[in-house]
């Protein structure tokens, strides 16, 4: 009896129901599924983006935590006579110097004295950087000195790669890197060309730094 009625009812139900109510009913279940589907599919991406942030900062946390660690191995107890035996120690224009021995060395050359007195200033002293300290300033974790270069030298292309690559600690040699060196700033640089007797590539290099000692 009741089954009849419930039949009834819902026979009479559907009958009465305009079609724009009917075809609403049945969008809003696809409707409805389609939202949960978007939603969820954007909550994924917003946890994806916050996960990608979240490495990218501690990637960069680590790294930066890496070159301090890399700095502070490198420069922690660092040498006070590094300029000495890294920087002044240097001679220049090799090439220039074997140049000269083979011209002075041709009997069909008979003045030689331009030749004798450029290689005597390229093997002598003149031809070394020297710096002298002009000021220095000490605070609890360093000591600051500000060395300056007493004289200009000259050097070719080849000694300014290896002179910068041992200021600027861009050496690939292992026995470098462990080196107690101080940290080194270039404050003041000077760079001009000039001629030779031998008319080659060569430089005239002044230039001041700062050392800093931890």
Known sequence: MFHHFFERSGRFFFQQMRLPFFLLLLGIGPLFSGFLLFY????TEVFQNQFLSIAKKAKK???KKERKEWFL???KNSDPYF?????????FLEQEKARLKNWMSHPALSNKDSLKERLHFLESD???ISFVEAGIQISNTFKET?????ESVEIDQGDLKRLLSL???QSLDPEFLK???PQLVICDFSLSKKSTVLQNEVFDLKMDILKREF
């Open 40 to 43: 969820e599919r954007e909550s």
């Open 126 to 128: 003149q031809n070394r």
């Open 73 to 75: 191995a490198v420069h």
């Open 179 to 181: 080196t107690n060196r």
């Open 167 to 169: 200021i600027e600690e």
């Open 61 to 63: 946390a680590f790294e």
């Open 83 to 91: 300029l000495d035996k890294e920087i002044e120690s240097l001679s």
């Open 146 to 150: 500000l060395e300056k270069q007493r």
